[in-house]
């Protein structure tokens, strides 16, 4: 079954301890992506991925990084988590298509992260 | 930069009836896709309709279909004979065909349909 799975799916944790959420995607997508929603806000993107260790910001990168060593991975790392990214987060991957031909992002069910 | 603005953070619909979600966007680039996600309480993000700004057809996905206005940057979804199961938020997207690949989001509008 094609999916884009993340974990954990919720994670309560404190400021300043390091936390991973790892995303896998088992459909050879060549485009990885994550997003945070919050309310009122939408989803908004943190980090993208367009192949193996090719990686660029998304609107609201600061606090996160991530790495893309293996195609189907793309973890997201809070090397020092703070309040204000407490949050839902998704990862999404894709295929990148050809010219036009515009392939539709598969998310992953959401990781509800709550930094205290 | 690209923005993407759904001024209607709620709308209600009867059982059976059409309801038109609104969204605009600004931009300043000539190709560029369009996207309309469904959210329901489970929280999975579900593609429902995409449209390539190069086409001139509005989409249709069975019951749900878009008004593409390129020239006023404009791109509402119209569900038909609403069912209980469209009850979700939806989110308006955009994505650039050139270049980056980052997708923009707009705040979303909660759906709900009245039985």
């Known amino acids: 079954e094609a999916q884009v799975t993340q974990n954990p799916r919720y994670l309560i944790t404190v400021t300043g301890k390091k936390l991973t959420v790892t995303c896998s995607q088992n459909?050879?997508?060549?485009?990885m992506s994550w997003y945070r929603q919050d309310p009122g806000l939408g989803l908004r993107q943190i980090y993208y991925?367009?192949?193996?260790?090719?990686?660029d910001k998304g609107d609201v990168p600061e606090g996160y990084k991530v790495s893309r060593k293996e195609k189907r991975n793309f973890p997201l790392i809070l090397e020092s988590p703070s309040p204000n990214q407490t949050s839902l987060y998704f990862c999404?991957?894709?295929?990148?298509?050809?010219?036009?031909?515009?392939?539709?992002?598969?998310f992953g069910d959401g990781t509800r992260l709550s930094i205290l | 930069a690209q923005t993407v603005t759904q001024s209607q953070p709620e709308m209600s619909v009867q059982e059976a009836e059409t309801v038109t979600l609104s969204c605009t966007y600004d931009?300043?680039?000539?190709?560029?896709?369009l996207f309309w996600y469904k959210q329901p309480p489970s929280r999975q993000m579900i593609l429902v309709i995409r449209?390539?700004?190069?086409?001139?057809q509005n989409a249709t996905e069975n019951r749900f279909s878009v008004n593409f206005q390129k020239a006023a940057k404009s791109f509402s979804l119209k569900i038909s004979d609403s069912q209980l199961g469209d009850a979700a938020m939806y989110f308006c997207?955009?994505?650039?065909?050139?270049?980056?690949?980052?997708?923009?989001f707009g705040t979303g509008t909660r759906l709900k349909v009245l039985a």
């Open positions: 459909m050879n997508h060549e485009y």
């Open positions: 931009t300043s680039e000539s190709d560029y896709y």
């Open positions: 997207a955009y994505r650039s065909a050139v270049g980056t690949y980052k997708y923009i």
């Open positions: 991925s367009m192949n193996v260790e090719v990686t």
């Open positions: 999404a991957s894709s295929s990148l298509g050809r010219g036009r031909n515009n392939q539709p992002q598969h």
């Open positions: 449209q390539e700004a190069y086409k001139q």
